[in-house]
């Protein structure tokens, strides 16, 4: 990692001095110039769902580069934001992320130790059944914002609502255009740059067809068992993890349709069968890629019923978590 210019955060360090210099850190190496990525989540999602908030720490070290910059009126004093978003086919840790989930419900452990990237030979295996999958991880840039949450036009210059460009600096400048420091005031901003990055999160996440066939499923099988609730669901016996087919494929047309909608609206992106037959190829493709790697596919088809593991399906499924989807009862 220190070879390519990381450098590690130890989220189990609580000392005020520790947070500091790694603020400072992040702030000198933004104002030099330098790139910074980093994951403003903080860690992997337990649920498996699009961060619907992040961590504020390091993002609020943008804000307080770009102003140091102006200070100091340095050339390029400008930082701008730009979201990356991941959207993984199949993830290795998906059992025991969900099941991390399940038991602490909001409160997971930083540091999973004995998870499946414990086991090298685990790893190896996962690795080489990927590079046979067309797709296995989709990287998607978004548009680049301002360290205000604005978005920003081909030369950088932050525009409005209305595509009107205007001057961020008067932000944080007073009418000399000198910097004028006001921490609550940078605490707002950088909120709502946090919120414009969860936006975009969600907004460019592409769905592959094992989240959407995954989500169905949940679903189908939370509507087959009406009254329980996700934890007495994620603990079925196996012979009762099925729905059926009649009804799966209803609902995964009603979804797709769905999707198609808000695709075109811009509040979604996919990356899914086409054609007459999508259903079939939507569901096809979710259960071959599963079939490559869970001892316990999440997905199985079975004569008249499709075979469901509900925690790995919650897992996958919870990717669309928060989508207005017609015909889709929410659990």
């Not at 991941?86 to 999973?112: F, Q």
């Not at 007495?232 to 009603?254: G, I, N, Q, S, T």
């Not at 899914?272 to 890629?289: F, H, K, Y």
């Amino acid at each position: 990692m220190s070879r390519l210019g990381a450098y590690t955060v130890d989220r189990r360090k609580r000392h005020r001095l520790y947070k500091d210099v790694l603020k400072a850190y992040s702030t000198e190496l933004i104002g030099r110039g330098a790139h910074s990525l980093f994951y403003p989540g903080g860690t992997r999602s337990r649920s498996g769902a699009v961060e619907s908030s992040i961590k504020r720490g390091l993002l609020g070290t943008a804000i307080a580069a770009w102003q140091e910059g102006l200070r100091a009126e340095r050339e390029q004093p400008e930082v701008l934001v730009v979201p990356v978003s991941l959207s993984c086919s199949l993830v290795l840790e998906a059992e025991t992320l969900i099941e991390d989930a399940l038991a602490a419900e909001g409160k997971a452990r930083y540091i999973i130790s004995d998870d499946e990237f414990s086991q090298p030979t685990t790893v190896i295996r996962f690795a080489r059944q990927l590079a046979d999958l067309d797709v296995s991880v989709v990287v998607r840039f978004g548009d680049p914002i301002d360290v205000l949450g604005n978005p920003v036009d081909e030369h950088g210059c932050s525009v409005d609502g209305r595509g009107v460009p205007f001057d961020r600096k008067a932000y944080v400048c007073d009418s000399a255009g000198r910097v004028v420091m006001d921490r609550q005031r940078d605490r707002v901003y950088t909120n709502q740059l946090a919120q414009a990055i969860c936006e975009a999160y969600r907004r460019d996440t592409v769905l592959l067809p094992t989240h959407v066939a995954a989500s169905v499923g949940w679903r189908c099988l939370s509507r087959r068992l009406q009254g329980m609730d996700r934890y007495h669901l994620a603990l079925l016996a196996p012979f009762e993890r099925w729905v059926e087919r009649e009804a799966f494929d209803a609902e995964l047309k009603l979804t797709l349709e769905a999707l198609d909608r808000l695709e075109s609206e811009g509040l979604v992106r996919t990356l899914l069968p086409t054609g007459e037959s999508r259903t079939d190829a939507v569901l096809a493709a979710a259960v071959e890629t599963f079939s490559r790697f869970h001892s316990r596919p999440a997905l199985a088809y079975e004569d008249w019923r499709v075979l469901v593991d509900p925690k790995l399906c919650l897992y996958y499924g919870n990717r669309l978590t928060g989508l207005e989807l017609d015909g889709a009862e929410r659990s």
